[in-house]
């Protein structure tokens, strides 16, 4: 399976951070385990001040016979997963309260 992620950065600086950097050490007691397999995406969202909670990640893509979203929440540390998509490229951008799309 092919994917590729788009990340649009907005002025607040906030940015979709890859899984394999999710592990940083000190947060490894706190999380829990959530396997990101292959129809996956997965990461965290973070801004100037930190972790962004409680914003929308969309996961877009044009690649299928209809147009396909599928939009997740991050949770209290930022992070999100948006499971079981479709074989496609996606577009991925957050959204939330207060701050400019990216």
């Not at 000190?26 to 001040?49: E, F, M």
């Not at 969309?58 to 540390?77: K, Q, Y």
Request: proline share 7%; charged share 20%; glycine share 12%.
């Amino acid at each position: 399976m092919t994917r590729h992620t788009k990340t649009f950065l907005g002025a607040i600086g906030c940015a979709v951070v890859a899984t394999a950097l999710w592990p940083v050490p000190g947060l490894a007691a706190r999380q829990t385990s959530v396997a990101i397999d292959g129809d996956d995406i997965g990461g965290v969202v973070t801004g100037p001040d930190g972790p962004e909670a409680g914003v929308w990640v969309i996961a877009e893509t044009t690649g299928l016979p209809t147009r396909f979203n599928r939009t997740v929440v991050t949770d209290d540390e930022g992070r999100y997963v948006v499971p079981d998509l479709p074989n496609a490229t996606y577009d991925v951008w957050v959204r939330g309260y207060g701050l400019v799309d990216s």
